[in-house]
T-cell receptor
Framework: AQSVAQPEDQVNVAEGNPLTVKCTYS??????LFWYVQYPNRGLQFLLK??????LVKGSYGFEAEFNKSQTSFHLKKPSALVSDSALYFC?????????????FGKGTRLSVIA | EAGVTQFPSHSVIEKGQTVTLRCDPI?????LYWYRRVMGKEIKFLLH????????ESGMPNNRFLAERTGGTYSTLKVQPAELEDSGVYFC??????????????FGPGTRLTVL
């Protein structure tokens, strides 16, 4: 069965500092990996995804994530955090199958960027 | 292009009542999904439509939940009768057909359901 772990419920970082939100996964076969962000009182917004190819994926708002197959990780990163990045971040996985299988999500990590 | 929309944004009902949630996917998206997040927990899959057909309803918690997608456009999720444990945020997502697992699911703002 597929699963996603986001080991930190909360991440605090000072504005201008680099940020990392951690995600590890378990899936049968090759994974498709996704990051979503939920701002207060808003829905989930797609940030980026890894399907195949370059392990470093760039997404919206200056975020990037690195796929590491040996460590089964897909950590979300940004070189310089903004206060406006404060939100709830979800990592998700689906197996590399032909059908449109549902996403399996982690519990979410709340990011707080302090001015 | 309009995104996924959901109605209502909030619903507060009493135990035993009925509630119907609506989702309008992005125009042209064949795939429509329902997910639910109970407070502080993971977002969990409920079911998946391809056009008007239920492709996978393995996540539906019990027979108090009924989902429909008439004509392959919008979808409704009815809870009847509602129980306290049904409280949570119900998300709808859609994705293009023919993309397989690579397709991106785009989510709506969610409906926050509170059962008292």
């Amino acid at each position: 069965a597929q699963s996603v772990a986001q080991p930190e419920d909360q991440v605090n970082v000072a504005e201008g500092n680099p940020l990392t939100v951690k995600c590890t996964y378990s899936v049968s076969g090759n994974p498709y990996l996704f990051w979503y962000v939920q701002y207060p009182n808003r829905g989930l917004q797609f940030l980026l995804k890894y399907i195949t190819g370059d392990n470093l994926v760039k997404g919206s708002y200056g975020f990037e994530a690195e796929f590491n197959k040996s460590q089964t990780s897909f950590h979300l990163k940004k070189p310089s955090a903004l206060v406006s990045d404060s939100a709830l971040y979800f990592c998700a996985v689906r197996p590399d199958l032909s059908g449109n299988t549902p996403l399996v999500f982690g519990k979410g990590t709340r990011l707080s960027v302090i001015a | 292009e309009a995104g996924v929309t959901q109605f209502p944004s909030h619903s507060v009902i009493e135990k035993g009542q009925t509630v119907t949630l609506r989702c309008d996917p992005i125009s042209g998206h064949d795939n429509l999904y329902w997910y639910r997040r109970v407070m502080g927990k993971e977002i969990k899959f409920l079911l998946h439509f391809v056009k008007e057909s239920k492709q996978d309803e393995s996540g539906m918690p019990n027979n108090r939940f009924l989902a429909e997608r008439t004509g392959g456009t919008y979808s409704t999720l009815k809870v009847q009768p509602a129980e306290l444990e049904d409280s949570g945020v119900y998300f709808c997502a859609s994705s293009q057909g023919g993309t397989g697992g690579r397709g991106t699911q785009y989510f709506g703002p969610g409906t926050r359901l509170t059962v008292l």
